[in-house]
């Protein structure tokens, strides 16, 4: 016997619901943060000569608009179920984090590429001193992005929000593109400008890096990829603690976004009613939803036990 339950509406809306509307405050405090920072490091480095902060800008200008794509994911992968997308919208949320790591590896790229111009050409001599306001500049970014990583990568955990963490390690990959931007200028003070370039370039690998893990999470999402082996566990013995259950014969898991399917098959008395399987199919189903809050869809069969009158643990 197969039994596919779903859960009501309202269940299934409301957590979505709430996700939606905390996920779109996180992403107007990183629009906002992103916005002043970036005018204010783009200010800097054009005043002060720095090649490295205007690289730095153009990365944090590049966060404004993953977090607009993050709000627009997250925003379409909270609606509910609809007749034509019957198993939810999740997998949109994975759709912005990997347009998301497309707009990072481009930022970077053209960081690398003029950098490598600058460094190829040999003209060190032309290369200007980075001013102070550079340096005090690099110093609040690396304060504010990292603070804006912490601050965003706290509701991600707490969301299980895949866009939501690939902006919060494009905050940290900012603040480490300004650690070598500090570097870069410091040097260039102490008499080495053509340090500033390089660190430019450095912080096209970063941008690159994160680019590429952000991509690969996304991925993995949309594939259906099965959940870890010990949340398997777990879910195994959350159905073998029910009554009427023997053994489970069989578990599939899939992660659909940031939710979890499983299919079940379980062992029961081949000599009890068809209404008395139904029930224990029940029980299984409401127990693994109830303990396992990310789980989704459960879809329970239950295959008749080769003993007769075979009864399982749970009843004594």
């Known amino acids: 016997m197969r039994k596919h339950f779903k859960k009501s509406n309202y269940l299934k809306q ?30 800097a480095g054009i005043i002060a000569h720095s090649s490295a902060m205007v690289s730095d800008a153009i990365h944090s200008m590049s966060d404004v608009f993953s977090s607009i794509i993050v709000i627009i994911g997250v925003k379409i992968s909270s609606k ?18 990997i347009v998301l790591s497309i707009i ?12 490598i111009e600058r460094i190829v050409s040999g003209n060190t001599n032309s290369l200007v001193i980075p001013g102070r306001l550079a340096l ?23 969301l299980d929000s895949g866009a939501l963490m690939a902006d919060a390690w494009h905050h940290r990959s900012d603040a480490l593109s300004s650690i070598g931007a500090l570097i870069g200028i410091v040097f260039a003070r102490m008499g080495y400008p053509i340090v500033d370039t390089i660190a430019s370039f450095v912080i096209c690998l970063f941008i690159i890096k994160a680019a590429y893990d952000i991509f690969k999470d996304a991925i993995n999402k949309m594939v259906d990829r099965s959940c870890s082996a ?12 029910q009554v009427g259950v023997i053994k489970v014969d069989l578990i599939n898991t899939r992660m659909f976004g940031n939710r979890i399917y499983v299919d079940i098959e379980i062992c029961a008395n081949r000599d009890i ?7 224990i199919a029940n029980k299984v189903h409401d127990a693994i939803e109830t ?23 749970n009843q004594y």
């Open 104 to 115: 990072l590896l481009i930022s970077g790229l053209f960081i690398g590429y003029n950098a």
């Open 291 to 313: 303990t396992f809050p990310k789980v989704k869809h459960v879809m329970v069969h239950v295959n008749p036990s080769e003993i007769e009158n075979c009864v399982d643990n």
């Open 230 to 241: 010990e949340t398997e566990q777990q879910i195994i013995e959350c159905a073998e603690k």
């Open 136 to 158: 005090i500049a690099a110093i609040a970014s690396i304060v504010a992005k990292e603070a804006m990583f912490w601050y965003t990568r706290f509701y991600a955990k707490r």
């Open 14 to 43: 409301m957590p979505q619901e709430k996700f939606g509307k905390t996920a779109l405050k996180v992403s107007l405090v990183s629009i906002i943060g992103n916005a002043l920072l970036s005018l204010f490091k783009m200010l």
């Open 273 to 279: 009613t068809l209404a008395e399987s139904h029930d």
């Open 80 to 97: 509910a179920s609809d007749k034509d997308h019957p198993y939810g919208h999740e997998r949109f949320e994975c759709v912005s984090a």
